[in-house]
């Protein structure tokens, strides 16, 4: 291939303007299609999809009540009519956000809305009865019971209070929408709550809370950063309002979203900063030139392009997550523009440059390339795609670098090139003599038998979240007055229509309802008491019919004219109340429910292209779990998702596929390096460091206590795809160090890359976010590794199989 790459060079060099000039073509050809692709923020196309879970994610993904931001509005040292002012206040402000930022607020009960629901309960009575009420009700309709709730009814006439409610005892005498009603209370106040001043009031008055939906997913952080920013302006203007007696804190998936996005900016662009700086620096020390970094980044750049253009055309829709940590690339691409910058920079051009750096850099690139695309083994879309990306990327990168900086970089004269830099002189120790550094790394490795072991994977993405301290703040404050004791887990049934699910969650409502009445259960939230299937709404109409039989119509009604005419009212004043028993009924639509109603059904009913999902939400402790799960198992289509244990059992999953992975990896490199080498023992010297490296990595989490999680061991492929990179230079530098001294030259290169990776990626071990500081300092410690054991071990072993008797391995 060397001749090749050489032929290719000076080809180029006969014909370099019309060279550039394609080049120039083909880069704003990749661009522009580079910037057709469309990405898509939803972390949970990080998570493996299978059989198992497949229904998991799309059910998952129809939850609504995470995204809600609740506002926890309290009393300093204000009153109760304070607290009432300051929630109407707020509510009025937000109105001018909705259908822009806000889909609705609940929280809010306006006395119009009281009596919208009276007369929609009141008009489809039937469809809210329940067996119970049945039982209830035929205890009404004796006669005697029938007179005495005429003599109540009359004395709440002729109350003061009596005005108010004359029509709703006109229309109904037996009070049957009072029965109606109690069964809403699913979807109603919860305990240690009460309704009041049209707000949801703790009943120790010193708490309203409001609940908030917005208008788009908490996984768009664009406008979730500008909608929080909003609501923090409105907090502002009423504590000056309100003078600090009543403030108010905002809690939710959007505020924790907003919180990530703006730290994550926040640090990449300090670290970030930094990192260029140092590293602009270097380059235009090291080469003498301040062409030097745009120079090694363009293979990079092109890299990139090549491999989102690739992907554009097959899959247009990316994961923005994916390619995030596909940046990380740019140490591995880096290397190779390094490498070739450094052998210039000795004084290799022309066939000598390319016989020295062709084999050792397509061989890198073709091995860590195959490494990569074992990604394609995992079923995830975002991290097949990543496999995609970085296995394109270091092929496009790798080529670009063999036929372009050969043609744009010259070295200085002669006696430039001789004067030795700081990473010459570490380059040419000879380290793997070092009878201490060795002595030391033995230690290492010893100690990281025992520690291996004890490196967890933290399963927990909460701990990957940076939350500020105003959000830990309200958090604990919710749970308090929420009495988090009891945690809320999801039970959701799915189908492919909208009736065949309310079928199956009306199941789900009568399970519900039955645990409820044994304390098998905390409490619930279900929409299942306010809409049933229609099979289910038929049944309870003619429930209805079969109860008021025409002879039982006959001797109620007779009963309740006898007895009110002996009170004094007018034959004809329920009239109302006996059209309503002999109306015809029919059921209901989703369309026919009210606004009130309308809101409340949003939350617990999603619908797709062919998927319907219903959920309720149920409060549990941990000794009620069990059973509620053997229960719920026992329904078709319908799953619990405590979302700890869901992710714990996904994470799970990814982890399990990544240990399949690091095998695939390792196996595909042997297999490629026996191709390339064809000699078992340089295999050997070869792989033995790239173990080597993993298990010191590894190790040295362990002594520290550090974890996996779902984002560094992702970066934990990439530090193998560098491992890969180091052993293979080390290799043929230890090849041709005989008649080149080539392993000097590959040791400085390698130093370059360590420094730019380390930049690149370690400086993000002063981020605060989580994530990002646990991902710098795996990596920190895995780049530390790899060069380390090559620059040792490798050499060493070398001595050892290869030429342990023809030659020594020179300084």
Same mark, same amino acid.
Do not use: C, H
């Given at each position: 291939m060397d001749r090749f790459f050489f032929k290719l060079y000076t080809s180029i060099q006969k014909q370099k303007a019309v060279f550039f000039i394609v080049l120039a073509l083909v880069c704003i050809g990749l661009a522009s299609l580079a910037f057709q692709v469309t990405f898509e923020e939803d972390i949970s196309k990080l998570i493996p999809s299978n059989s198992e879970n497949e229904e998991f994610q799309k059910v998952l993904k129809n939850i609504r009540f995470t995204d809600k931001v609740i506002v926890n509005i309290k009393k300093e040292n204000g009153t109760t009519e304070d607290l009432v002012d300051y929630a109407s206040t707020l509510n009025d402000s937000l109105i001018p956000l909705k259908n822009q930022y806000i889909k609705n607020i609940q929280g809010t009960t306006e006395e119009e809305t009281f009596f919208e629901t009276m007369d929609f309960v009141y008009n489809n009575l039937p469809l809210f009865l329940t067996e119970l009420d049945y039982e209830r009700l035929e205890k009404k309709v004796s006669k005697d019971s029938i007179a005495k709730i005429m003599k109540e009814n009359y004395k709440t006439l002729v109350s003061p209070s009596g005005i108010l409610a004359k029509k709703q005892l006109l229309k109904d005498p037996l009070h049957i929408t009072d029965l109606a009603l109690q069964n809403l209370k699913n979807l109603g106040i919860e305990d240690g709550f009460k309704l009041k001043d049209g707000f949801v009031m703790t009943k120790d008055e010193q708490h309203i809370l409001l609940f908030i939906t917005p208008n788009f997913p908490s996984s768009d952080s664009e406008k979730n950063t500008v909608f929080t920013e909003k609501l923090y302006e409105i907090q502002e203007q009423l504590r000056v309002k309100f003078d600090s007696k009543i403030t108010s804190d905002f809690y939710g998936a959007s505020f924790i979203a907003a919180a990530n996005a703006k730290q994550i900016k926040k640090d990449i662009q300090l670290t970030i900063g930094i990192a260029l700086t140092i590293l602009l620096l270097i380059f235009i020390a090291f080469y003498r030139s301040i062409w030097i970094p745009l120079i090694i980044l363009f293979p990079t750049i092109f890299g990139a392009l090549v491999s989102v253009a690739f992907l554009v055309l097959i899959r247009p829709q990316l994961s923005a997550i994916s390619l995030g940590i596909g940046s990380i690339l740019l140490g591995i691409t880096l290397d190779y523009s390094l490498h070739i910058l450094t052998h210039i920079k000795n004084g290799e051009t022309g066939k000598q440059l390319y016989k020295s750096i062709t084999k050792p850099i397509l061989m890198s690139s073709f091995t860590t390339a195959l490494a990569f695309l074992c990604l394609l083994f995992i079923k995830s879309q975002a991290l097949q795609a990543l496999g995609i990306f970085a296995a394109v990327s270091v092929l496009g990168a790798s080529v670009m670098a063999l036929v372009f900086i050969p043609q744009v970089y010259k070295r200085k004269s002669v006696a430039n090139t001789k004067k030795k830099t700081i990473f010459n002189r570490v380059a040419t120790y000879p380290i793997h003599k070092n009878k201490v550094v060795v002595g030391c790394l033995i230690v290492l490795l010893v100690v990281s038998c025992f520690s291996y072991n004890s490196v967890a994977f933290n399963k927990d993405l909460e701990q990957l979240n940076y939350k500020p301290d105003q959000l830990v703040k309200a958090e604990k404050e919710l749970e308090t007055i929420t009495n988090s004791v009891s945690k809320s887990v999801y039970v959701a049934t799915y189908n492919s229509t909208l009736e065949k699910t309310l079928q199956q969650n009306d199941s789900v409502y009568a399970l519900l309802k039955g645990l409820e009445k044994q304390s098998e259960i905390e409490a619930f939230?279900?929409?299942?008491?306010?809409?049933?299937?229609?099979?289910?709404?038929?049944? !309870?109409?003619? !429930?209805?019919?079969?109860?008021?039989?025409?002879?039982?119509?006959? %001797?109620?009604?007779?009963?309740?004219?006898?007895?009110?005419e002996n009170l004094g009212f007018k034959p004809n004043a329920f009239s109302s109340f006996y059209e309503l028993l002999t109306s015809s009924f029919?059921?209901?639509?989703?369309?026919?429910?009210?606004?009130?109603?309308?809101?409340?059904?949003?939350?617990?009913?999603?619908?797709?292209?062919?998927?319907?999902?219903?959920?309720?939400?149920?409060?549990? %402790?941990?000794?009620?779990?069990?059973n509620l799960q053997t229960k719920v198992e026992q329904l078709q289509n319908t799953l619990i998702i405590d979302r700890k244990q869901l992710n714990e059992t996904l994470l799970n999953t990814l982890q399990n596929d990544f240990n399949s992975l690091l095998r695939y990896c390792f196996g595909v490199v042997v297999l490629a390096l026996l191709l390339f080498y064809r000699n078992w023992k340089l295999v050997v010297v070869t792989t033995v460091p790239i173990c080597l490296t993993w298990l010191l990595t590894i190790g040295v989490m362990g002594v520290f206590q550090l974890q996996f999680n779902v984002f560094n061991s992702i970066i934990s492929a990439f530090i193998f795809g560098l491992g890969v990179d180091y052993s293979i230079f080390i290799t043929n530098a230890l090849l041709n160090n005989e008649k080149t001294n080539s392993l000097a030259t590959h040791k400085t290169a390698i130093l370059l890359s360590v420094i730019t990776t380390i930049l690149g990626i370690g400086v993000l071990v002063f981020a605060k976010h989580p994530a990002l500081h646990s991902v710098a300092l795996v990596s920190v410690i895995g780049i530390f590794s790899a060069m380390l054991i090559a620059f040792t071990v490798q050499p060493l072993l070398f001595n050892l199989l290869i030429f342990r008797k023809k030659i020594v391995v020179s300084d």
């Open positions: 939230n279900s929409v299942g008491g306010l809409v049933s299937s229609e099979e289910k709404q038929n049944e !309870k109409i003619q !429930k209805w019919n079969r109860f008021w039989k025409p002879e039982r119509l006959e %001797n109620v009604t007779y009963s309740i004219k006898n007895t009110s029919k059921p209901l639509q989703l369309s026919e429910y009210p606004e009130f109603g309308s809101n409340m059904i949003a939350d617990y009913i999603s619908e797709g292209d062919d998927f319907v999902t219903i959920t309720s939400v149920v409060k549990t %402790n941990e000794s009620q779990m069990e």
